[in-house]
């Protein structure tokens, strides 16, 4: 709840790791006990060395790889929020100016009161207590940011 009342906009971020399963599962159940919109974002990203030469896909390939990988991610999170009766809609960032900035801009552009999401993503990089993404969205937001195990 912000300051005693329940959140009407809700913001789940998605990579598809296991933290962020279970912070989509809070959102789903928060979004329905509270009404709230809910919406669920997953961000594409381009590695920052690209492979050259044969085989190395060009940038343009990498890209569309990244957005449709995002794409199919969040067509999961749809199927995951039908199953609960629970209306999502869902929008892929851009993360060329990182990630944590990509669901920060985006919370505040909707106008979200809450974000939600897992302790680490899908990069293994361990940090001492919150992933760097994680880290960055609970810095930089304006909004309440729910972190989920």
Known sequence: MAQGRPFSNILVAYDG???????????????????????????????????????????????????????????????RAAKSDIKISTEVLNGSHGVAAAIVNYAEDKKSDLIVMGTRGRTRLKKMLLGSVAQGVVTYASCTVMVVR
């Open 17 to 79: 790791s296991a933290s962020a399963q279970g912070a989509l599962d809070v959102a789903i159940e928060m979004a329905k006990s509270d009404r709230a919109r809910l919406t669920a974002v997953s961000v594409s990203t381009v590695p920052t060395a690209l492979p050259l030469g044969p085989g190395g896909g060009g940038f343009d390939k990498i890209v569309s790889e990244s957005r449709k990988e995002a794409k199919d991610l969040l067509e999961k999170v749809k199927e």
